[in-house]
C-alpha cells in the first residue's frame, strides 16, 4: 500500500478520470479531502493498494504522463505520522 497526497481538480469528471489512470488490480484503500486550497484544487490523501509493488511503477508513469500533481508520503514518516 502506499499513500499519496494529490491536487485534485474541483470539477465533473475529476474522479472518473483520476480512476482511468489506476490499473486493473489496483484499490483505492483511503481517499480524503485534507484542505480545499483553492476554488479548483483541493489536496487529498489517497492510499492506493495493488496486487504487484511493480504496479506503482505504472501509476507513477500514469501521473506523470496526464500531469497529475502529487507526492508520495508513503516513506515519509513525519509527514505519514500526521496524516495517515
Not at 497526497?5 to 483520476?18: K, N
Not at 490499473?23 to 492506493?48: C, T
Request: charged share 30%; aromatic share 14%.
Amino acid at each position: 500500500k502506499k499513500y499519496f497526497i494529490i491536487r485534485f481538480p474541483q470539477r465533473p469528471g475529476a474522479l472518473r478520470d483520476f480512476l482511468e489512470l489506476l490499473g486493473p488490480d489496483d484499490d483505492i484503500a483511503r481517499f480524503e479531502y485534507l484542505k480545499k486550497s483553492a476554488r479548483n484544487f483541493g489536496s487529498v490523501l489517497i492510499g492506493i493498494e495493488t496486487k504487484d509493488r511493480r504496479n506503482f511503477e505504472l501509476l507513477n508513469a500514469n501521473f506523470e504522463a496526464e500531469g497529475v500533481q502529487y507526492q508520495d508520503i508513503t516513506d515519509n514518516e513525519t509527514l505519514a505520522g500526521f496524516i495517515i
